[in-house]
């Protein structure tokens, strides 16, 4: 988290968030995601804007990867008998996803004094693992899956905070009892953020607005009955949770952003498990999911502490659904940064 030092300091940091403050939440979620990989931070906020820049490549070919997986899922699927001009192109983009799990798996094993700290490709060499194929496949899935869903989902988090003052100045209080004095910020512990009840309840809201996936796929290993209709065994069945989590049938004002509905207090009603699940369910739920959570929290307690967001775009921010739900503009917010 680096960037959120350089907010309205740094030259560089600044021209990235004039043009797109996606790119740097892009650069943050890629240096959180290296960090628990391969235990350091890249700083890729400082390569952001160049293209041909190591990160930028990794960082724009997960995007790229995650975008087009539908429209290979869909249709006639010639890809699986002759390499297709899509099918070329998104195997160039993991060739790029894979280069930098390529270059410290292969460092690490050359020479295990480098696999020094903390980090899961450390604990894997430290146990002995010398599958280097399986290790570069594993740490590529991880890092695919790691940089676009949280950036996507902390842009909406944000969104939704710099439209919604109330919400906005009831969490600042929060965060501002819990860490009063910005000079000497506390250690941001697990049990530090289990008192930032209100930040998990933003996050949580936010989610069942804007859900990073549609809903959760299955295919049937039976033909089964639904709502009266017959599905036919290996038929892939979603869960549509991005249109149930805003029918009024399930949710009081389900189009409304009230964090306060998750207090058991608060006379809104209950919502159905089923009705929302951003990290899916059972064994096939998202395995980062505490990560994840954990990184959102810690980053969104830094700047909403910070700094007050507010939304400087011309129209109201949408959103657009691939195979991941992503902003439909650029993020353009203006940072005032608070009274220590």
């Known amino acids: 988290m680096r960037f959120l030092n350089k907010i309205n300091k740094d030259e560089v940091t600044q021209k990235v968030m004039e043009k797109d403050f996606l790119l740097a939440l892009h650069s943050n979620s890629c240096d959180s995601v290296c960090y628990m990989l391969f235990g350091y931070e890249l700083d890729s906020i400082n390569d952001i804007l160049n293209p041909k820049a190591l990160t930028t490549r990794v960082i724009q070919s997960a995007a790229y990867f995650n975008r087009m997986m539908a429209p290979m899922d869909n249709g006639l699927m010639l890809w699986r008998y002759f390499p297709t001009p899509l099918y070329k192109k998104l195997k160039k983009s993991m060739d790029d996803v894979e280069l930098i799990p390529k270059r410290e798996v292969n460092s690490r094993i050359l020479n295990e004094s480098l696999a ?122 979603i869960t549509m949770n991005q249109v149930t989590c805003r029918l009024d049938e399930y949710v009081d004002q389900a189009n409304e952003f009230i964090p306060e509905r998750y207090d058991s207090n608060s006379g809104f009603r209950k919502i159905r498990p089923f009705t929302t699940l951003p990290f899916g369910h059972g064994p096939r739920a998202c395995i980062g999911r505490r990560i994840a959570e954990s990184s959102m929290y810690l980053f969104l307690f830094r700047l909403m502490r910070s700094y007050e967001i507010e939304w400087v775009g011309s129209k109201p921010l949408g959103f657009v659904s691939h195979s991941l739900t992503e902003p439909d503009g650029p993020l353009l917010f203006r940072f005032v940064p608070r009274e220590l």
Request: charged share 25%.
């Open 116 to 237: 020094n700290g903390p980090g899961i490709l450390n604990n894997w060499i430290h146990e002995g693992c010398k599958d280097s194929k399986t290790m570069i496949t594993l740490l590529s899935d991880l890092l695919l899956a790691g940089i676009d869903t949280t950036s996507y989902t902390l842009s909406f988090v944000l969104y939704n905070l710099s439209v919604n003052k109330r919400v906005q100045d009831k969490l600042y209080e929060e965060l501002r009892l819990i860490d009063p004095d910005v000079k000497k910020r506390i250690p941001l512990s697990l049990e530090t953020l289990a008192r930032a009840t209100y930040l998990k309840r933003v996050v949580k809201e936010s989610m069942r607005l804007y859900p990073v996936s549609v809903g959760t796929s299955r295919v049937l290993e039976e033909p089964c009955v639904i709502a009266g209709y017959k599905i036919p065994e290996n038929a892939t069945v």
